[in-house]
């Protein structure tokens, strides 16, 4: 897996320079039409088989993103550590105890330390942070359907995160809300699309209440669910989106 430096070099010093003579000629005069580059050459980061999908979260408290990957092949969590200046040390990786799918961060048990959470399978897998990129042993929590993808936001609004699930197979959102000392209430379903696959929190109708989109990857399109504020969704909006998405 590639990660790319999130900072701006100069343009001699890009991977351009590699290119033939008459590529890079091309694609520089393309680029002094347009804005400078705004990243360098990715820098390959190795981590362990398979990872599906990556977040970030300052896990060591050094004030710097970290990366965490969610690896499908080795039931592990890759953790890489910044250096601060956009370099990242080797992976640790840490035992998730499922095919991971998904991964996203939070503090779920509100010590101000940052947590993991990783979807596969039928459930989420929670890794509690220590705060020194080290974690306890994971828990897990019945999720659903083969889990495609996880995020998280407080959809109840009692300050405690919950965690949302895409059930690819269930055509389905499940709802974790969080106990808040890092343990999650059974999961209730909400119908979204045919192979529900990626997801994204926001307030799409400004009524201050969180919502959810969801890419239906059967079908190519996506759909809206509205969130009542108490954690539960309505019935999902349809929108398309042209080419199979996911
Ligand atoms: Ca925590
Ligand atoms: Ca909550
Ligand atoms: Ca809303």
Redesign the pocket.
Known sequence: MRFSRLFHRPKEATGLSALGRRGSHRLEALEDRTAPSLFGPAVPYAVNFHPYAVAVADFDGDGHPDLVTGNNGAMTASVLLNNGDGSFQAERAVPLGILAQGVTT??????????VAAGGQTVVSVL??R?DATFREYQTFAAGISVRSVTVADLDGDGALDLIAANRLGDTVSVLRGVGD?RFYSFRQYRAGPEAAALAVGDYNGDGVADLAVTNYGVGDGSVLLGAGDGSFGVPARYPTGATSG
Do not use: K, R
């Open positions: 939070g503090d779920f048990n509100g010590d101000g330390l940052m947590d509690l942070g705060g890092g």
